[in-house]
């Protein structure tokens, strides 16, 4: 598993090519100067969301490195469907262009200013939490409001589509292998993860493997599979989705010489699942 750690490392350290040529709008790549001369608010809000995956890497590296006998493994999963996510979202904003960036970059206000002012529970129980002094909604802001409420008063997302229906959005603009590749990342983690994430029986199951049909880890040997294969899971379908944002990313810059970097990746991706993969 070294060497998947290591190809996945190398992933999230590339990472730093396109976040910063659309930080500072022009970058030098070997030898060659590359201009980003696309929208500004795609660059900003793609932008952030490729620095956050960096970070989630190095956090899933280091769940990586620890000991697989301390079932940490399972958490994992869930960073996974982090960096997933977040691949799809950044390449479905490529993809839509101007309007869609606009409106997640919008979102980020709304909810700052709906965090200001949040209750839960009901009855005796309900508790809530208010910013004194409280803030008065400017116009623009009182229209982001009226954006992003429903009927109900309730918070919409940035996007009224599904994950799955950002993906077909993608598909026209940035071919089939990539829209292919980030439901083959999606598929791989992404319910597992919601159990973990909200820590049902069914998650906790999982994350022991004694939700196998067959049967249950009896021994050691067993138990170490499981929390390896946790492991590789993640790592796996984070590479699947790390390098289909970042071909989309060439395609949307035309930042055609970056993708020679990232077929050397991918072919060292191949060699490790036809030959080191167990």
């Known amino acids: 598993m070294e060497k998947l750690i290591e190809i996945v490392e190398k992933e999230a ?5 396109p976040i910063m040529l659309m930080l500072q709008k022009e970058i030098k790549f070997e030898e060659k100067v590359i201009k980003y ?18 970070a989630s890497i190095r956090s899933m ?5 620890q000991d697989l006998d301390s079932m940490m493994a399972k958490d994992s999963l869930p960073i996974a469907r982090s ?30 200013f709906r965090n200001t002012d949040r209750s839960a529970g009901k009855g005796a129980h309900k508790v809530s939490l208010h910013r004194i002094p409280k803030i008065e909604p400017h116009d623009d802001l ?9 009927k109900k008063g309730r918070a919409k997302n940035w996007t009224d589509l599904s994950v ?19 439901s083959m990342a999606y598929l791989m983690v992404y319910s597992d993860a919601s159990e973990i994430i909200h820590s049902s029986v069914t998650g906790a199951k999982i994350a022991n493997g004694t939700i196998a049909f067959s049967r249950y880890p009896r ?13 590789e899971g993640a790592l796996l379908s984070s590479f699947i989705a790390l390098d289909s944002v970042l071909r989309a990313f060439c395609k949307y810059t035309k930042f055609t010489s970056f993708e020679v970097t990232l077929d ?7 060699d490790f699942c036809e030959n080191d993969f167990q």
């Open 13 to 17: 350290k590339i990472l730093a090519n």
């Open 37 to 54: 001369l696309q929208d500004e608010d795609v660059a900003t809000a793609v932008s952030q969301i490729l620095a956050s995956l960096r």
């Open 61 to 65: 590296l280091l769940l990586a490195s």
């Open 83 to 112: 960096v997933i996510e977040g691949c799809i979202n950044a390449t479905f904003i490529m993809a839509q262009g101007k309007n869609v960036a606009n409106d997640a970059l919008d979102h980020t206000v709304f909810k700052g």
């Open 142 to 150: 009182s229209e982001l409001i009226e954006k992003f409420t429903n």
């Open 164 to 182: 799955p229906q950002r993906i077909e959005c993608i598909e026209p603009v940035f071919g089939r292998t990539c829209a292919t590749s980030l």
């Open 219 to 231: 021994t050691q040997n067993d138990h170490m599979t499981i929390q390896k294969s946790h492991i």
């Open 264 to 270: 050397k990746q991918l072919n060292q991706f191949k």
